[in-house]
């Protein structure tokens, strides 16, 4: 069991490495989003071949066997192969990487490593408790729900050793009621901060198919690692052109664009639900925003700042807003918001040209561990 053990941890370790060293093309790809499940995520690694040695038949021809005297001469093959022509079918497998699941834990962690994120501080002034059951040992006494079989059958046998009863011919190990053994717990008590993530994202006719799958693909990885951080954690998604309602995560990213863009609605919802929901000496709120940087005005970019400025920064443990680049946004926002937030470290701002930028951006937003 040992060797196992040992083979295990020595593959997993190669798994983790082949996970590494290919992160960053499976963040731009977005490929390992469709592979989700509850707690763990499908990766597909390249094939990993293990050296062995092969046993065949002696003098089956070929370079170096059968009979030969020093000096005869090679003799050249017909050159007939087992290929087929091009577009004929053939009847070989091919080859496809290995599939191998991994907790979303497993892949914060090769995330942080890679990208050097810090552990976030909770900024909450209050904890929650939570319980868990530590198994600390073996005692003779407890419920048939956490009897110990190996440790009972180690004792029996000890005990008919030592009274002489054990008959190697007949090697029959009966447990009577003083062999029984039980796994003994205590139970701890865990402090831990919940937080909540407030998603918002323009829907507006400038933000297209392409821009909403980088949107897509970030925040998978900003769930993924917050998730590792926090032990009680939800999400909220607002979506927002003229106006903003609060979607399901279905609808905020299947959402069709249509219409203007008024950024201030989607803030006025997110400090509605961050007042009413999550009282921010309790909670750690993240919200992100996520837009091509139009808005309908100056007016409504003044807005923004100072519902930014007065309720959502101060309650906030930092504001993230992510510019994806679009043909048709201007991109004035970010620009708005550098000047207005300048110096301030509650405000991250990060420019998204494309897939491959989204790696730069995700340590944009979590790379201060706030």
Same mark, same amino acid.
């Given at each position: ?33 469709? *592979? ?176 909403? #799958? ?12 917050? *998730? ?17 309602? #609060? ?29 009413? #929901? ?93």
């Amino acid at each position: 069991m040992q060797r196992i053990d040992s083979d295990h941890r020595r593959f997993r370790e190669i798994v983790r490495g082949r996970i590494r060293k290919n992160l960053k093309k499976y963040i731009s790809n977005g490929e390992l989003i469709g *592979r989700q499940g509850k707690d763990l995520v499908s990766v597909p690694v390249p094939q990993i071949d293990l050296p062995r040695f092969k046993f065949g038949q002696r003098e089956n021809g070929g370079m170096g066997q059968g009979d030969g005297q020093p000096g005869d001469q090679i003799q050249q093959g017909d050159g007939q192969g087992q290929g087929q022509s091009p577009g004929e079918a053939g009847d070989s497998p091919g080859e496809h990487p290995l599939e191998v699941e991994v907790s979303l834990d497993d892949l914060a962690q090769i995330l942080g490593e890679e990208l050097e994120l810090p552990n976030i501080e909770p900024k909450g002034k209050k904890k929650f408790e939570s319980y868990s059951r530590k198994y600390t040992g073996i005692r003779p006494v407890g419920p048939n729900s956490l009897r110990n079989f190996k440790r009972t059958y180690q004792q029996a046998l000890r005990r008919q050793l030592i009274s002489g009863v054990y008959d190697p011919k007949r090697p029959t190990i009966v447990p009577i009621r003083a062999d029984m053994r039980f796994r003994s717990f205590k139970e701890e008590t865990k402090p831990h901060h919940n937080a909540v993530i407030i998603y918002m994202m323009d829907v507006s006719g400038s933000m297209g198919d392409e821009q909403k #799958e980088i949107v897509r693909i970030e925040s998978f990885w900003l769930d993924t690692w917050l *998730r590792s951080q926090y032990k009680g954690i939800e999400s909220r998604y607002i979506i927002h052109d003229a106006s903003a309602r #609060e979607v399901d995560r279905d609808t905020f990213f299947r959402t069709k664009e249509s219409g203007g863009t008024m950024i201030s609605s989607a803030y006025k919802l997110c400090w509605e639900i961050m007042n009413n #929901e999550y009282p921010p000496g309790e909670w750690n709120i993240y919200p992100f925003h996520f837009s091509d940087g139009d808005n309908w005005s100056a007016d409504d970019t003044m807005s923004c700042v100072k519902l930014l400025r007065d309720h959502i920064v101060p309650s906030s443990n930092v504001f993230s807003y992510g510019q994806v680049e679009s043909p048709y946004g201007s991109g004035q926002f970010i620009k708005d918001l550098r000047v207005h937030f300048r110096g301030d470290d509650q405000v991250i701002t990060s420019e998204i040209k494309n897939k491959d930028a989204i790696v730069g951006s995700i340590k944009d937003f979590l790379g201060k561990g706030k």
